[in-house]
């Protein structure tokens, strides 16, 4: 890629994050469309001019290729981890309305971890294997991976598209981060003396004592932030008749915010989208709303038929996940024709384990700022090198940030026109408000 599409691509990033803000006036918001609107062109005639290449020709890609490749691989990208995790949860108990699931350990994790900027992204690289001699492969016989996976959408090849979700593709919506020093939500958490930083997301240390969570929540709750252009990509995706579902580990309800179908949405980890009381016998549900005004007040929410705490339907630790997700994941990954993963260190379970759950043969997209979810055991993970000779090589890498990625991605399918357009629109509206 080379140094002006680099840079055009990384502005056009810095200037959608920067721009995007609900406190925006209509003055702003029709300055940033004009500016978004003069970068995605520079981007897409760059992205036109040098990097489409592989969709003009309608014969590329035509399904396995039994020689292997012989395009030359280039390095993988090396990036820097931007995920910490802890799957340390609270082992302290409390009968007082309990009713919490008996789900695993590994069911209950969740990814509020969120993604901890170490410096900027870094460039967007398309990772090309050279794959071993033989290896048959899903994605040959075009220039590149990427130029493979859109081929597949554009010719009609991909028309189930399943998305999988985390942080990273909400961090540069301006979301305040956990870890990062003096800046991160954990460190000005420190005035309630945690006994470790998860234990916010502890079902029992919030029934004891739920005021670090609410402080939390005032930070985080939806309404303050606008989604990313990955948020908009995948509202494209459906506008297009593409998206089967999108899962997604974040709490932000950005997806809504973006637009998307509340049908296509799976929030595997749940969200703020609604709310109930924590009482056994009651569980009366609250709004969204409502829960907004209790916290912006500064006040602990409690329901007013059993007085017990009203608790946002986020999956703590010590919590099952939403129904949802288990009723619709076995029929979605069955029907599933194309995988696109962004934002997301694969390590919390059983989200992780859903990339296992589509078809040998379907390609499967991973954009993020490292390689995750590989593993050794055949059958099990991403194989980015075909290094597995009993599986068709079919997995495509895009290191670096989710937003330039979809751009890209979005260019080569001759869509950043309206991908830009989505999220000017979305912006104007905010600054009517």
């Avoid at 990097?51 to 820097?80: M, N, Q, W």
């Avoid at 739920?210 to 948020?231: C, D, I």
């Avoid at 569980?283 to 005004?293: A, L, N, T």
């Avoid at 602990?300 to 949802?324: H, M, N, Q, W, Y």
Wanted: some cysteine; charged content about 25%; overall charge negative.
């Amino acid at each position: 890629m080379s140094q002006e599409e680099e840079a055009a691509i990384a502005g056009l990033a810095e200037l959608l994050d920067a721009a995007l803000t609900l406190a925006g006036t209509r003055a702003n918001a029709d300055a940033i469309g004009a500016s978004i609107e003069s970068r995605d062109a520079q981007v897409a005639s760059i992205i036109s001019n040098n990097e489409d290449r592989d969709l003009d020709t309608e014969t590329s890609c035509t399904g396995i290729d039994a020689g292997g490749s012989s395009r030359d691989a280039g390095p993988a990208a090396t990036v820097p981890s931007i995920y910490s995790y802890s799957s340390s949860s609270s082992g302290e108990s409390d009968d007082e309305d309990s009713y919490a699931a008996s789900a695993s350990s590994s069911d209950s994790e969740a990814d509020y971890a969120r993604a901890a900027w170490q410096g900027p992204p870094p460039p967007l690289k398309v990772y090309e294997p050279l794959l071993p001699v033989g290896a048959k492969t899903l994605l040959g016989n075009c220039e590149s991976t990427l130029g493979a996976i859109a081929n597949m959408v554009a010719q009609g090849k991909a028309r189930r598209i399943v998305v999988m979700a985390g942080a990273g593709i909400s961090t540069d919506a301006g979301i305040p981060d956990f870890r990062s020093p003096n800046t991160g939500l954990y460190d000005n958490l420190q005035q309630f003396n945690l006994p470790h930083p998860e234990a916010i997301f502890s079902i029992d240390y919030f029934r004891r004592n739920p005021k670090p969570f609410y402080v939390l929540a005032k930070e985080l709750y939806p309404g303050q932030y606008v989604p990313t252009q990955s948020h908009f990509f995948v509202k494209l995706l459906a506008q297009k008749g593409l998206l089967l579902r999108h899962y997604t580990q974040n709490i932000d309800c950005l997806e809504r915010a973006a637009g998307i179908d509340p049908e296509l949405i799976v929030e595997a980890h749940g969200s703020f989208h609604t709310a109930h009381c924590i009482g056994r016998k009651c569980r009366k549900e609250y709004s969204q709303d409502w829960v907004r005004e209790q916290i912006f007040l500064d006040a602990i929410p409690r329901c007013d038929k059993c007085g017990s705490l009203v608790k946002p339907d986020i999956t703590f630790f010590g919590e099952g996940l939403p129904a949802r997700f288990f009723e619709l994941l076995a029929q979605d990954f069955d029907e599933c024709d194309l995988l696109i993963v962004m934002g997301t260190s694969l390590l919390v379970q059983p989200f992780a384990s859903l990339i296992d759950k589509v078809g040998p043969l379907v390609p499967r997209l991973l954009i993020n700022r490292e390689r995750v979810g590989e593993a050794k055991v055949p059958g099990l993970g991403f194989d980015f090198d075909g290094c597995n000779a009993q599986t068709i090589h079919r997995d495509a890498f895009v290191a670096g940030d989710s937003d330039e990625a979809c751009a890209l991605l979005a260019g080569r399918l001759g869509w950043l026109e309206e991908l830009a357009g989505l999220r000017k629109m979305h912006v104007a509206m905010q600054g009517e408000k």
